[in-house]
């Protein structure tokens, strides 16, 4: 979804040209994953960070290009809304202090990039959702101004066929009912992207271990309690994006057609299962041939791209999605972990990164793994929880049964993380620094979501009106976010 697109509208022949090449490559795929030579001797890990601009009042920027200009950094990118901006972050090993370099090097980027970006009148934020966003930012150009964007908005509302329904209640009773005629509300969805290169025959593993540990995970790093100026789930990115990218009518929901933002439906033994599942289950968004013969490629002894069937996973938005990709003509696998919000501080960034990066890698390589003990429908459960609920979330986990999230982590996910991160080659007090963060946020009951939610209430208290008070607590969020102290101590 990253490349430009030609144009907005396809044609039936174009349709039927692009499923006969996904079917080749998904062919062409199963092939290479029998006997072809996959880069993984030095496994990487990879970040994508997507951040929103606002201005000196805290409201939407609708600047991304004269931001991009001024920063003039090739590692950021435009995404869906002009208020956003995406930092994508050069691959790593992970062992030694790897973790702490990398907390250097993003606070020194996005300084950089947040005194070039006062030069366009924008302050960049890190936050799930945006909370002064509100429905009269979406009437005018709201749109980065890329092909793409439009082709792929086109090609949800030729889908679905009516307008969106928004329909989100939180837990106090405040609820949003709303329509939408663009898919402008999965712009307000960021959030921070982790990447990790596997092997093959360990993928099934990983991938299952990534959405055992979702729930968990999300619960720990909610961060997106408000949107359009109402308190809903703890991480409302996760309903909103679902229901602002469906491309199914209410009938065809009522038929069990599955939606496009997709948990999965069961634990699997191969990547080639989802790939396979992305061609089964769902139609082509955006039926763009490239003129290759893969297969012919293959046979000449060439790595190919597999072009069609990467684009169609791109518009299929699993919360752990498989990617195929080749670097230095070297086909390697990823698992993209896009679990997390962005924010709300670079520290908190990385001590998510390595909870989930030590848990993965702990869980995928037990001697009796976790999935086997416990239901794919128990895990979505735990996802759905986390999001609606946070740091109050109960979830359920094999030998323990239901629990809050903060106990789980502190009495038995933490040591798991310590052991995973040692296998990494983390060093020791990086690992304890990191994971301190993690279990602090346990012991406080404080996340971001938390702390938005405390910070608004108290000034409403004072009197100040939902809309000030907002605006008003994301000036202190933004502050404490340049601090870099971890959220837990706000």
């Not at 790593?92 to 202090?97: F, S, T």
């Not at 702490?100 to 924008?122: F, V």
């Not at 986390?386 to 359920?396: F, L, P, S």
């Not at 995973?420 to 080659?425: E, I, K």
Request: aromatic share 10%; proline share 5%; with cysteine.
């Amino acid at each position: 979804m990253g490349e430009e697109v030609s144009g907005t509208g396809y044609t039936r022949e174009q349709r039927q040209r692009y499923r006969e090449k996904v079917r080749q490559d998904l062919d062409v795929f199963e092939r290479m994953l029998t006997a072809s030579s996959f880069d993984f001797d030095r496994p990487l890990t990879g970040m994508e960070i997507e951040l929103n601009l606002v201005d000196p009042e805290f409201q939407p920027r609708m600047a991304n290009a004269e931001v991009l200009e001024h920063i003039a950094d090739p590692g950021y990118q435009t995404e869906l809304g002009q208020y956003n901006i995406e930092l994508n972050v050069d691959p790593r090993p992970l062992p030694g202090d790897a973790a702490l370099d990398l907390e250097t090097d993003l606070r020194k980027s996005l300084n950089a990039a947040e005194e070039k970006a006062g030069a366009a009148g924008a302050h960049i934020v890190a936050i799930g959702i945006l909370p002064t966003l509100m429905p009269e930012h979406f009437h005018t150009e709201w749109m980065s101004a890329n092909r793409r964007y439009a082709a792929l908005n086109e090609a949800i509302f030729n889908a679905r066929g009516e307008d969106l329904f928004i329909d989100i209640e939180g837990a106090t009773g405040e609820r949003l009912a709303t329509y939408a005629d663009t898919i402008a509300p999965e712009s307000a969805c960021t959030s921070v992207q982790l990447h990790l290169q596997v092997a093959p025959q360990e993928f099934a593993d990983y991938w299952n271990a990534a959405q055992a540990l979702a729930g968990p995970q999300l619960a720990l790093g909610a961060n997106s309690p408000f949107f359009f100026g109402k308190q809903l789930w703890a991480e409302t990115r996760v309903e909103l994006f679902a229901q602002a990218t469906d491309t199914r009518a209410v009938e065809l929901k009522n038929q069990g057609v599955r939606p496009r933002v997709f948990f999965g439906e069961r634990w699997i033994t191969s990547i080639f299962d989802l790939f396979e599942e992305n061609v089964r289950y769902f139609p082509a968004l955006l039926p763009i041939c490239e003129d290759t013969d893969p297969l012919a490629q293959l046979e000449r002894g060439e790595v190919p791209q597999l072009d069609e069937l990467c684009l169609h996973n791109g518009t299929i938005y699993r919360w752990n999605r498989p990617i195929y990709d080749v670097v230095d003509g070297r086909p390697h696998l990823r698992v993209e972990n896009r679990v997390l919000p962005s924010g709300p501080t670079v520290v908190d960034t990385m001590a998510n990164a390595a909870f989930y990066f030590g848990l993965v890698r702990a869980l995928a390589e037990s001697e009796r793994p976790l999935w086997s003990q416990m239901s794919f429908s128990a895990a979505e459960e735990n996802f759905h929880s986390a999001a609606r609920d946070g740091v109050d979330a109960q979830v359920y986990w094999p030998g323990v049964g239901q629990v809050s999230a903060t106990e789980l982590v502190l009495r038995r996910l933490l040591p798991v993380a310590a052991d995973g991160l040692g296998r990494w080659g983390v060093g020791r007090d990086e690992a304890e620094e990191l994971l301190g963060i993690i279990e602090g946020r346990c012991i406080s009951g404080q996340n971001g979501a938390a702390w938005y939610r405390r910070e608004v209430h108290a000034r409403e208290d004072a009197g100040e009106s939902r809309e000030e008070a907002l605006r008003l607590v994301l000036e202190d969020y933004r502050q404490h976010m340049h601090d870099n102290r971890p959220v837990h101590t706000w």
